[in-house]
Structures are given as C-alpha cells and as structure tokens.
C-alpha cells in the first residue's frame, strides 16, 4: 500500500458513551466498540459516560482529546428531544468527513431498511484528530465500528496528520 496514504500512526481511542438513563455496567455499545477496537490492537486510553447535554458532551470530547487522537461517541444522535450529540460535536468539527455519514447508513439501509433515516450519524476533525458520532444502538455500533471506522482510521490518521 503507497505509504503516502497510510502510515503506522499510533491509535490511541477514547470511546465516549452518550446517555443520560444507562450507566457504565448498562453499557453495551461501548463495551462492543471498545471490544471490537482491541481485537485490532488499537488502544482505547479514555471512556466515560456522558449525559445528553451539549456543554458535558463537548467537555467530554475535548478531556478526550488531551489523550486520544480517534474519539467514537455512541448515543445521541436520533431525533428524540434529549438526543444532542450531534449539535454538541459538529460546531466543533473542523473538516467534516461526510462520506461516513453517508457509508453508514447505506450499510444501516441493508439491515434495518427505511429506519436508517432515523441516523444523524456524522464524523470529522479536530486539528489532527479524528471525531465519530454514532448511534447508540449496540448493532450500530458494530456495524460503524467494523466496517467503516476500524478499516479507514489509519488512512485518516495519515491524510490529516499531513
């Protein structure tokens, strides 16, 4: 593979989980991210669980990033009155990366349909960082986390390290 477009950058994942009714033994979205990103050998050196509000989720993202250069964020982003991930991460995106959006649900359309509509889900960057937002569902999670993110991140990490 051309060097140029993807190099060994060191991975290192902070896995925030958004949700204000589950607590850390409720997760499973997380568990399952964090379980599919070790099986890779990426190294997942921040978790926590984040209420639905903007200002605790942009906190959040932010004490993320002082150790990770990949952030997932699991919940919040359906069309429910508490769901705010989406308007709290996307004001601090510098570059969106709106393939992802677009890959996952194409992929969410062959296992649940039309319901894939519900997805707001959105990636992109912050200096040299990646950011992923996703659905809090853990067949979501699975699905964004092996099939578009794990494949893609180094080459990501690569283009925006440049």
């Given at each position: 593979?051309?060097?140029?477009?993807?190099?060994?950058?060191?991975?290192?994942?902070?896995?925030?989980?958004?949700?204000?009714?589950?607590?850390?033994?409720?997760?499973?979205?997380?568990?399952?991210?964090?379980?599919?990103?070790?099986?890779?050998?990426?190294?997942?050196?921040?978790?926590?669980?984040?209420?639905?509000?903007?200002?605790?989720?942009?906190?959040?993202?932010?004490?993320?990033?002082?150790?990770?250069?990949c952030?997932?964020?699991?919940?919040?982003?359906?069309?429910?009155?508490?769901?705010?991930?989406?308007?709290?991460?996307e004001?601090?995106?510098?570059?969106?990366?709106?393939?992802?959006?677009?890959?996952?649900?194409?992929?969410?359309?062959?296992?649940?349909?039309?319901?894939?509509?519900?997805?707001?889900?959105?990636?992109?960057?912050?200096?040299?960082?990646?950011?992923?937002?996703?659905?809090?569902?853990?067949?979501?999670?699975?699905?964004?986390?092996?099939?578009?993110?794990?494949?893609?991140?180094?080459?990501?990490l690569?283009?925006?390290?440049?």
């Amino acid at each position: 593979m051309d060097p140029s477009h993807v190099q060994e950058i060191p991975i290192s994942a902070g896995v925030l989980v958004i949700s204000t009714s589950r607590t850390e033994k409720e997760d499973k979205s997380g568990v399952i991210i964090r379980h599919l990103l070790d099986e890779k050998g990426i190294s997942v050196t921040y978790t926590a669980v984040i209420p639905d509000q903007i200002q605790a989720i942009r906190s959040g993202v932010i004490k993320a990033l002082e150790s990770c250069n990949c952030v997932l964020l699991t919940g919040g982003t359906g069309i429910t009155k508490d769901d705010c991930t989406i308007e709290a991460v996307e004001p601090l995106l510098e570059k969106h990366l709106d393939g992802f959006g677009e890959l996952f649900r194409m992929k969410s359309y062959e296992e649940v349909g039309t319901r894939m509509i519900l997805s707001r889900a959105i990636a992109g960057t912050i200096g040299t960082n990646l950011i992923f937002c996703i659905p809090g569902s853990p067949n979501a999670a699975t699905l964004a986390t092996r099939e578009i993110i794990i494949p893609e991140v180094k080459h990501l990490l690569t283009h925006v390290n440049k």
